[in-house]
């Protein structure tokens, strides 16, 4: 049961209000460079307490829910609330423009994955036919206020989706050319046994439309906001460390073929389930672009590029289905809170979404969200980024910095 309208009310934030001094972290787990500075070392142990007492916070309301009284209840949300809506800001001169971009930015991802994405999931009861007929509903309706904002964002979209059709092979399996993932187990997913492909019902877009969506796709590529198609792995298998780098390669090129149809050739990729791995592979089909998450799940940052493969990790600041025992002003003010941060960092703010989620929060949250944003571009103090663009305005920075040195 979430507390309300401590979002609405500046008193209520106290400390961690959006007068409060963000934190900044000297380190970043993506590049691995420190900064020597004994003010950064002193927030980024705060961070660390903070934090710590957050997911303390999170962990007594998850395992005590049915026995702790709603007047508890409600004080842990609060806190907890406070505590996430304080982000943290990485900006790393060695790694980083020293300026930032020439005006804060904001990059917004939408997980295009249908019904794909939720055959696995373990912690929450889900018909997994009707989350992705759901998104096929949704989906030009996000779209269409992308549109009317001129707001561009990059689709992380799952590689089966640009098929119209797809059947069994003589063994009777589906997509038998495709080497399996082995049963597995993560924070969010459990294949514990059979065929990965067993549900995939190897019709038509006509028959089984949360399978398919190749006129969704065409929507999305004749936007003239400039959307961008990004790689979401051919089946929404996970990419972690139990995943086999042949799978992986195969799950790419497999992907790539799918996407070569409609004349793309994406350099994005977000990671199935945000399960990072097989980076080696990313890096060998070509890709320069990934959606990271760093360590501390909040920031305000800018795309850092790794010294291990020469690929650029774009960070993620927060999901817009974070908060679920928030009210929704609250999660509006949230997500305001870290455009402002950007907007006054010169850095950015990255923000991502399933199109499956409620309609009533793409109602009372993303179009108010995506209205905010687009003042603020119209206003000449934000720029809206694709995840290319945002590399693409990191490089020119930097470009620029070196031009005057």
Request: charged share 25%; glycine share 6%; net charge positive.
């Amino acid at each position: 049961m979430p507390f309300s309208g401590s979002a609405l009310n500046p008193n209520t934030f106290g400390a961690f209000g959006t007068g409060a001094k963000p934190i900044i972290t000297g380190k970043d787990s993506l590049s691995g460079c420190d900064t020597p500075n004994l003010l950064h070392l002193t927030e980024l142990y705060c961070n660390i307490i903070f934090h710590s007492m957050k997911d303390i916070i999170i962990k007594m309301y998850e395992v005590g829910d049915k026995l702790i009284p709603s007047r508890v209840k409600k004080l842990l949300a609060q806190y907890e609330y406070k505590l996430a809506c304080l982000p943290g800001i990485y900006h790393d001169r060695n790694v980083h423009p020293a300026k930032g971009l020439s005006r804060g930015a904001v990059t917004i991802s939408l997980d295009f994955e249908m019904a794909w994405a939720w055959q696995y999931a373990k912690n929450i009861k889900v018909d997994f036919i009707a989350k992705g007929l759901q998104e096929r509903e949704q989906v030009p309706l996000i779209l269409s206020k992308l549109e009317m904002l001129n707001i561009p964002a990059t689709w992380a979209t799952v590689g089966h989706l640009f098929l119209d059709r797809c059947s069994r092979g003589a063994s009777g399996l589906a997509h038998h050319d495709l080497p399996r993932i082995p049963p597995f187990e993560n924070k969010d997913w459990k294949f514990a046994s059979g065929d990965w492909y067993q549900f995939d019902p190897c019709s038509s877009v006509k028959q089984d439309p949360a399978w398919y969506a190749p006129d969704l796709i065409e929507k999305i590529l004749s936007s003239p906001s400039g959307q961008e198609i990004a790689c979401h792995g051919f089946s929404h298998a996970g990419f972690g460390h139990y995943c086999p780098k042949n799978v992986a390669r195969a799950e790419l090129d497999a992907c790539i073929s799918a996407m070569s149809r409609f004349g793309i050739k994406t350099k994005s990729f977000v990671f199935p389930g945000n399960d990072e791995g097989n980076f080696e592979a990313l890096a060998e089909k070509g890709f320069q672009y990934v959606r990271s998450f760093p360590k501390k799940y909040a920031k305000i940052s800018l795309p850092v590029r790794r010294k291990d493969n020469g690929l650029w990790s774009v960070p993620v600041s927060t999901a817009i289905s974070r908060g679920i025992r928030w009210t929704r002003e609250e999660r509006l003010a949230r997500l305001k809170l870290f455009v402002d941060l950007a907007e006054t960092t010169r850095l950015a703010s990255h923000v991502w979404l399933h199109p499956s989620m409620p309609l009533s929060e793409i109602e009372e949250i993303l179009i108010p969200f995506l209205l905010y944003c687009a003042d603020k571009r119209d206003r000449g103090v934000l720029d809206i980024f694709t995840m290319e663009k945002m590399v693409q305005a990191t490089e020119t920075a930097f470009r620029k910095e070196t031009a005057v040195i």
